[in-house]
Each structure stands twice: as structure tokens, then as C-alpha cells.
């Protein structure tokens, strides 16, 4: 059973930076073999792709967040990170992050991140 749990949410002012954290656990394969994205839904909206990382460590981001979202991975320890600069209101979500295994979709419960002008 695929395991996924975010972390690092809070609440924060805008301006401020927050790095959130998902931890892989119970794949089918070695944590590198996949690609790692990261969701966020806030209230009243569809859930949307922010950003992912795959195997080679290419990143893309929707364009809301380029230049202020960094997403990373560390296979080693089989977390993937998502730096969060220069937060504004419309950052506010519920943030969860997505793996494919086993000929589907795994996701974490999601970690709160709220945005205070």
C-alpha cells in the first residue's frame, strides 16, 4: 500500500517563504524511478497541478509559481519538497502531493497552507 504524507503547512503573512514535505512510502519500486508532483485546492476551486519533478530532476510549474515555487527531491530519503517564496493570498491551499504506482494515483491527506494579507 502506497503511502504519501505531506507536512510543513502553517499559516504565514505574504511575503513569507514555507517549504512543504511528502514522504513516499510502500512503492512498488526504488523511489527514484518516479516522477513526484505537487496539487494544491482551495476552497470552492478544482484541485490544480503546481509543480513536478521527474526522475532526471526536470521540473515544471504552472505559471502562477514560476520563480517563486522550487521543487526538489531526495531520493535518498524519499521526500520531495516544495520551497515556497514570496507567499501571496492566492497561495492559499490545501497543498498534496501525487505519485503514480501500480496503474494509479496515490495521494497524501494534504497539508495546510493559509496566506494572511
Known amino acids: 500500500q502506497v503511502q504519501l504524507a505531506e507536512s510543513g503547512g502553517a499559516s504565514v503573512q505574504a511575503g513569507d517563504s514555507l517549504r512543504v514535505s511528502c514522504v513516499a512510502s510502500g512503492l512498488e519500486y526504488s523511489y527514484s524511478l518516479y516522477g513526484i508532483g505537487w496539487f494544491r485546492q482551495a476552497p470552492g476551486k478544482e484541485r490544480e497541478a503546481v509543480a513536478a519533478?521527474?526522475?532526471?530532476?526536470?521540473?515544471v510549474y504552472v505559471d502562477s509559481v514560476k520563480g517563486r515555487f522550487t521543487i526538489s527531491r531526495d531520493d535518498a530519503r524519499r521526500e520531495c519538497y516544495l520551497q515556497m517564496n514570496d507567499l501571496q493570498s492566492e497561495d492559499s491551499a490545501i497543498y498534496y502531493c501525487k505519485v503514480r504506482d501500480r496503474d494509479r494515483d496515490w495521494w497524501g491527506q494534504g497539508t495546510q497552507v493559509s496566506v494572511s494579507s
Open positions: 519533478i521527474n526522475t532526471y530532476g526536470k521540473r
